[in-house]
């Protein structure tokens, strides 16, 4: 089945304490990007990636790092969390740019920073 | 900075009942996609438009792109539960993609 997996569904973390997600795709896309899902404020990007190796800032970069270094897996790397960063993160491909292509997103993982 | 706002915010109608919903703009995208969320889920890609003018439809939901293709309207015919959900536009240009805050539809039986 043709699906984008993210990992942990739900963390609750604290301040400070470095934590990844994960985001695995097995469609074979170039393109995958993490969004924030705030209320009100919509899906915000954080980063993109067109491909192996390259990753580009979206929005709202500050406190996030990529890393894409095989097609299928883009973690996002949160070095030392803080509770602004407290959201509904999403993890994303599409076989090309995002915004003419399909762009399958993953269920979610609920993030709360103490 | 492209600002996406839609409205209304919020929708309850019943069964039956038309609606439409709306994502304006005052830049110009050149595509614009509706996406459908629903609770615990990620969003659905449902349409993608193009061209200024551009009208599709997917079975009672009729999408329209502005012919400035800076906004965009979802018609929904004959509303049922099942149609329940947050909808979303979103618009790109070049690399940069934006959502909207959505429109939380509710339809009750």
């Known amino acids: 089945e043709a699906q984008v997996t993210q990992n942990p569904r739900y963390l609750i973390t604290v301040t400070g304490k470095k934590l990844t997600v994960t985001c695995s795709q097995n469609?074979?896309?170039?393109?995958m990007s993490w969004y924030r899902q705030d209320p009100g404020l919509g899906l915000r990007q954080i980063y993109y990636?067109?491909?192996?190796?390259?990753?580009d800032k979206g929005d709202v970069p500050e406190g996030y790092k990529v890393s894409r270094k095989e097609k299928r897996n883009f973690p996002l790397i949160l070095e030392s969390p803080s509770p602004n960063q407290t959201s509904l993160y999403f993890c994303?491909?599409?076989?090309?740019?995002?915004?003419?292509?399909?762009?399958?997103f993953g269920p979610g993982t609920r993030l709360t920073v103490l | 900075t492209q600002l996406l706002e839609q409205s209304p915010q919020f929708l309850s109608i019943q069964e039956g009942e038309n609606l439409t919903v709306y994502c304006n703009s005052s830049s110009v995208f050149s595509s614009l996609q509706w996406y459908r969320q629903e609770p615990g889920e990620g969003p659905v890609l449902l349409v993608t438009?193009?061209?200024?003018?551009e009208v599709k439809k997917l079975k009672r939901l009729t999408f329209q792109f502005g012919d400035a293709r800076k906004d965009s309207s979802l018609h929904i015919t004959a509303a049922q539960p099942g149609d329940t959900g947050l909808y979303l536009c979103?618009?790109?240009?070049?690399?940069?993609?934006?959502f909207g805050a959505g429109t939380r539809l509710t339809v009750k039986p």
């Open positions: 990636s067109m491909n192996v190796e390259v990753t």
């Open positions: 979103a618009g790109s240009h070049n690399n940069d993609m934006r």
């Open positions: 469609m074979n896309h170039e393109y």
């Open positions: 994303a491909s599409s076989p090309g740019l995002a915004g003419t292509d399909t762009q399958y």
């Open positions: 438009v193009v061209t200024g003018g």
